[in-house]
Nanobody, 125 residues
Framework: QVQLVESGGGSVQAGGSLKLSCAAF????????MGWFRQAPGKEREGVGT???????TYTDSVKGRFTISQDLTKKILYLDMNSLTPEDSAMYYC???????????????????WGQGIQVIVSS
């Protein structure tokens, strides 16, 4: 059974940085698509970025140039480096994974079979 556990969230002032981690347990496949999503109160969950096991990452426009997704395949950890944070980045952040690699894109939240519990990120002005 796949379990995804996020860590690294918290509060930061605007302009600051945070790094989120997502540890994947029980994941035995060698090919996959993983991603980060976020949901602010009263809003739909939206994609932040996705990455295929080969390392190819895709980002939603609002975070391009500020956020970076990376992965440690040995440790099975997914990272999200967030820089130049704004209050609009405040949300619950979720890690997601799926064994299928087709359509690995932040717009495709419904294709992900496995989700973490989420972790809070608060950016104050």
């Amino acid at each position: 059974q796949v379990q995804l556990v996020e860590s690294g969230g918290g509060s930061v002032q605007a302009g600051g940085s945070l790094k989120l981690s997502c540890a994947a347990f029980g994941y035995t496949v060698s090919s996959f698509c993983m991603g980060w999503f976020r949901q602010a109160p009263g809003k739909e969950r939206e994609g932040v970025g996705t990455i295929v096991h080969t390392g190819t990452a895709t980002y939603t426009d609002s975070v391009k140039g500020r956020f970076t997704i990376s992965q440690d395949l040995t440790k099975k950890i997914l990272y999200l480096d967030m820089n130049s944070l704004t209050p609009e980045d405040s949300a619950m952040y979720y890690c997601a994974a799926d064994e299928r690699i087709g359509d690995c894109h932040p717009r495709s939240k419904r294709r992900f079979a496995h989700w973490g519990q989420g972790i809070q990120v608060i950016v104050s002005s």
